[in-house]
């Protein structure tokens, strides 16, 4: 067990995170030679992780609204992303907006709650739409209705629409600053467990880019989120999809002082676990007897209503002297009938 009494570190190794960006990046390269769409170099352009491992779970509950991180580099440069915004009614203003904004490179599509209902009603459709787009943003008084609006099919994937706020982007200019700030972050989708996975980089972006990226992410991370910031981390690793885990940075501490028990305290938890269990083993005692008192009492019972169905003696002779006078006062009559019958 490693000792507790170590210091944890307080921040990354600028030269190892790095040197894991630059040997994922090349793993990738040399394992496949498909080419990409979205690179020029052939290089197949796949998100790369954050694997965050914590010491104990990050939230209770499982929280719907994804978390912002701002990144030093976008995730989601112009010219080879297509974003897809789903706005309220009327769409005509949203796309408006966008020409004036000049963001038609990167904003593609525009879609009011209107048209999606009515155009995008089928599976099929909706997987379509999905797999047409890198990136969905929502106006956040629309975000309710997606659900029955997309279906699973976004949900499987985990392609759920950012939520951004539009109610005040009057203007072309604050509608540019919202989507700005959306495509040049991240997303934490945080959930009961110790590990959480956070988008930081592709494939396609140069090494010393998914670094800096990896070095926002974790600063954010362990200020914001993780409970005991540095004290709560086990690690840190990068990875794809179809990769294995490169560390990024580890734990020397995998088990602070509250988390190792005194002897002391471990012979008074025995103590009442010992406790415990001789009540349990009484408890169980006590249920195996009851059935043989209850036989017990069941054998007993046919003797007591035997004896109950008995009369006292003084009670039998009562009645019998009773017997005897009721036929002493039939005497004189049944003398009477017989000498009218002898006339």
Not at 26 to 53: F, R
């Amino acid at each position: 067990m490693p000792s507790s009494s170590k210091p944890v570190t307080s921040s990354l190794d600028s030269e190892q995170t790095l040197r894991a960006a630059k040997a994922l990046l090349a793993h990738v390269k040399s394992s496949t030679s498909a080419p990409s769409l979205l690179t020029e170099d052939g290089n197949p352009d796949v998100p790369v992780y954050l694997n965050l491992s914590t010491k104990k779970f990050i939230v209770d509950k499982k929280k719907l609204k994804p978390s912002r991180i701002a990144l030093a580099h976008s995730l989601y440069p112009e010219g080879v992303t297509s974003v897809c915004l789903l706005v309220k009614d009327p769409q005509r203003t949203y796309k408006d907006l966008v020409e004036e904004a000049g963001l038609g490179d990167l904003v593609q599509r525009v879609i009011g709650v209107g048209k999606l209902k009515a155009k995008w009603k089928t599976y099929e459709k909706r997987r379509q739409l999905r797999d047409t787009h890198d990136l969905f943003l929502a106006d956040d008084r629309v975000v309710p209705l997606l659900p029955a609006l997309l279906g699973k099919v976004f949900l499987e994937k985990k392609r759920n629409p950012v939520p951004i706020s539009l109610s005040g982007a009057e203007t072309a200019e604050q509608l540019k600053k919202e989507i700005r700030r959306a495509t040049n972050a991240t997303y934490v989708h945080l959930a009961p467990g110790t590990v959480t996975s956070i988008k930081v980089g592709t494939t396609g972006m140069p090494a010393e880019h998914v670094a800096a990226n990896i070095e926002k992410v974790v600063e954010a991370l362990v200020e914001k989120y993780v409970s005991g910031g540095w004290k709560g981390i086990r690690r840190f690793d990068i990875k794809t999809a179809e990769s294995a885990s490169l560390p990024v940075w580890m734990t020397e501490a995998l088990y602070d002082e509250e988390d190792v028990a005194e002897p002391a305290a471990l012979a008074k938890e025995e103590k009442v676990e010992e406790k415990a269990k001789g009540k349990k083993r009484a408890a169980e005692d006590e249920e195996e007897e009851k059935p043989a008192v209850a036989a017990k009492k069941t054998k007993a019972s046919p003797a007591k209503a035997a004896v109950a169905g008995k009369k006292r003696p003084s009670e039998a002779a009562a009645e019998k002297v009773k017997k005897a006078e009721g036929e002493k006062k039939e005497l004189p009559k049944k003398i009477k009938a017989a000498k009218k019958v002898k006339a």
